[in-house]
């Protein structure tokens, strides 16, 4: 049988080059199975490319988060993704022998990927055009092209500093913040900026952006002191995560509950995110109150504090409004306060209530940063009792009789159990619903009464 012909196998490299890793491991498991010459030559390509993506991952490690934009949009060095490909080709067409001694596991491998990263970085300054076409911003292009030969120029003394990352973040002894300071010292040897460029190559590997300043305060002595380190050329990190904070606190205020409902989920990360930074500048840096980060970081507090506990308040009125109560009269003009069974289980009020209750129960970190936790935890022992004593009434009028839709009070009985799941008040949300699971059914004798007849 005739196999895939020459055009074939160039269009399916090329598609299988622009396939995304999951999408790769997709279309493999996919061809598998399939019989003949031509599935077993795809077979063997998909082999091959995942091969040669694995061997880049192993080379390019150092560099290889620089070509995607940080997930929490914070201000970071990067480069086109479409560039690490042709940039991996461009170098490897140099040597291509050094391939086959990429598949081991022994020292050599770091020493042939270093070279590969060399052969790269004269690749970027012989043949710029090669890996990163002409497009657009051109001030732009030629600025990430030289970041990127310097950076190649590092990934030697990145690859030795990225296995001690973790013990950096933690608390290095002595001897391991010693190994940092060296290393800075020798990247400083190879670029002016070399040391603040590792840096940018180790930022780009923390999924916590805010880490980076653990990292910042073991570079020196004095790093710790605002002063000291806002006139050096690390205070950029700094500048980045308050920038981050001021971003999100302009969103916390702009977010209105009844309109942005399906925004809660990010405006709670927004306030985890402005907790975690705050809280680790507050561990890390001496700030002056006076100065640019101080003012901006004080200013960023009482605006995320105000509007927090704004959503607080606003929480207990969308609980009224979403499970609302009416007077009934007793005897006379006596009235007390009864659960309105006719109101809605669904629409933008009820979704309201769910949404800042959601909120409520996920801000207990926030909270604390902000000074709001003993208004969120008073908020959230009224809600229980609130939500418990609604339930309660609500099944009695059911059991009683006195329901003119059983079926619809039963669901507002499980969406006052659904409330206090959002405010983590478990315990009292699963009596709510083991009493909802017996509501309505008639006593015992009066069932076997009724049989007997």
């Not at 039963?410 to 959002?422: H, M, Q, T, Y």
């Amino acid at each position: 049988m005739a196999g895939l012909s020459v055009v074939h196998r160039v269009a399916l490299a090329d598609l299988l080059s622009q396939c995304a890793d999951p999408m790769l491991r997709t279309v493999s498991a996919a061809v598998a199975p399939l019989a003949g010459g031509k599935a077993a030559e795809l077979r063997f390509m998909l082999a091959e490319e995942v091969r040669d993506r694995q061997r880049r991952g192993r080379v390019m490690a150092p560099l290889a988060p620089m070509f995607r934009p940080r997930a929490d949009g914070v201000t970071a060095m990067t480069f086109p993704p479409r560039v690490l490909p042709r940039l991996w080709k461009a170098a490897t067409a140099r040597e291509p022998e050094l391939l086959d001694r990429l598949d081991g596991d022994g020292p050599e491998v770091a020493a042939v990927a270093d070279r590969i990263c060399q052969s790269a970085a004269a690749v970027v300054r012989d043949q710029p055009d090669l890996v990163w076409p002409a497009q657009g911003d051109e001030a732009g292009r030629q600025a990430g092209l030289a970041d990127l030969a310097r950076c190649l120029d590092l990934t030697h003394l990145a690859r030795r500093g990225l296995p001690s990352l973790e013990v950096w973040l933690k608390r290095p002894d002595g001897d391991q913040v010693a190994e940092l300071r060296l290393l800075l010292k020798d990247c400083a040897s190879v670029h002016v900026d070399g040391a603040q460029r590792v840096l940018e190559m180790l930022f780009a590997h923390l999924d916590d952006a805010v880490l980076i300043l653990r990292i910042v305060i073991q570079t020196s002595l004095a790093a710790g002191r605002e002063g000291f380190l806002s006139e050096s050329e690390l205070a950029g990190f700094v500048d980045r995560l308050i920038a981050g904070v001021d971003v999100r606190t302009r969103r916390i205020e702009a977010f209105k509950p009844a309109v942005d409902l399906d925004r809660v989920e990010s405006v709670i990360a927004d306030f985890n995110w402005c907790a975690s930074v705050l809280g680790e500048l507050d561990v890390t840096l001496t700030l002056n109150p006076q100065s640019v980060w101080g003012k901006s970081v004080r200013d960023a507090r009482v605006a995320i504090a105000r509007r927090l506990s704004g959503l607080l308040r606003a929480a207990e009125k969308a609980v009224d409004e979403a499970l609302p109560l009416e007077r009934v009269q007793i005897a006379g003009r006596m009235t007390r306060k009864s659960p309105a069974l006719a109101a809605p289980t669904t629409g933008p009020t009820v979704e309201t209530a769910l949404s800042l209750l959601k909120l409520v129960g996920s801000a207990r970190g926030p909270a604390s940063t902000f000074g709001c936790e003993a208004d969120r935890k008073a908020l959230v022992e009224l809600l229980t009792v609130r939500l418990s004593d609604y339930a309660d009434e609500a099944l009695r009028l059911i059991n009683d009789g006195e329901a003119a839709d059983e079926a619809h009070a039963l669901v507002l009985v499980e969406l006052s159990a659904r409330c206090l799941d959002l405010i983590d008040a478990v315990d009292p949300a699963r009596t709510v619903r083991r009493r909802a699971a017996v509501a309505g059914a008639p006593p015992k004798d009066e069932e076997a009464s009724s049989r007997a007849a």
